[in-house]
T-cell receptor, first 114, second 113 residues
């Protein structure tokens, strides 16, 4: 199993550009989440999904969209990139709700917005 | 406000030595507390998970302890190895939450030869 994969590994955008961060898992997990990690802060939840077709907002959802058309994939879209979105983004998945089950994290995407 | 504070922010130790990382939290009530290891450029990996009723949990050379009365947890690393160089993150899960985990900002550990 590849586990949780994320692409790209690195990305540089200009302010106002849009892009999609890809996330896929091959563990047949229903629960998937997107986090951002900023220096000196803990990971913060952006959006999460409890299964195909079902998504919800986390702690910091503004400026981001998600969709879940399949169990395996959970892409994160930046609609109009801003310098404040410079961060490292992690996708995670779990078999059951994250509060009771171990989350498996992808390797991350380091995003810089100029 | 639910918070998780970790100390120290960074730590340097010599290979073979022991060390202890601290986690203080205000989350109450909580269902479980976790420690993650995050290597540079990688995603976090789970080390231990303790429910609110457990006092200690081990994973090889890693031992986590929990004192729910003082709202403190510690991660003890025994006989450190160079591969232990990483950030260690404390995570507390509120009792009333299924998805919102409270992450600490981590302790960055460097093990030198």
């Amino acid at each position: 199993n590849a586990g949780v994969t994320q692409t790209p590994k690195f990305q540089v955008l200009k302010t106002g550009q849009s892009m999609t961060l890809q996330c896929a898992q091959d563990m047949n997990h229903e629960y998937m989440s997107w986090y951002r990690q900023d220096p000196g802060m803990g990971l913060r939840l952006i959006h999460y999904s409890v299964g195909a077709g079902i998504t919800d907002q986390g702690e910091v959802p503004n400026g981001y969209n998600v969709s879940r058309s399949t169990t395996e994939d959970f892409p994160l879209r930046l609609l109009s990139a801003a310098p404040s979105q410079t961060s490292v983004y992690f996708c995670a998945s779990s078999y059951s709700v994250p509060a009771v089950d171990t989350q498996y994290f992808g390797p991350g995407t380091r995003l810089t917005v100029l | 406000k639910n918070q998780v504070e970790q100390s120290p922010q960074s730590l340097i130790i010599l290979e073979g030595k022991n060390c202890t990382l601290q986690c203080n939290y205000t989350v109450s009530p909580f269902s479980n507390l976790r420690w993650y290891k995050q290597d540079t450029g990688r995603g976090p990996v789970s080390l231990t998970i303790m429910t609110f009723s457990e006092n200690t949990k081990s994973n090889g050379r890693y031992t986590a302890t929990l004192d729910a009365d003082t709202k403190q947890s510690s991660l003890h690393i025994t006989a450190s190895q160079l591969s232990d160089s990483a950030s260690y993150i404390c995570v507390v899960i509120p009792m009333d939450s299924s998805y919102k985990l409270i992450f600490g900002s981590g302790t960055r550990l460097l093990v030198r030869p």
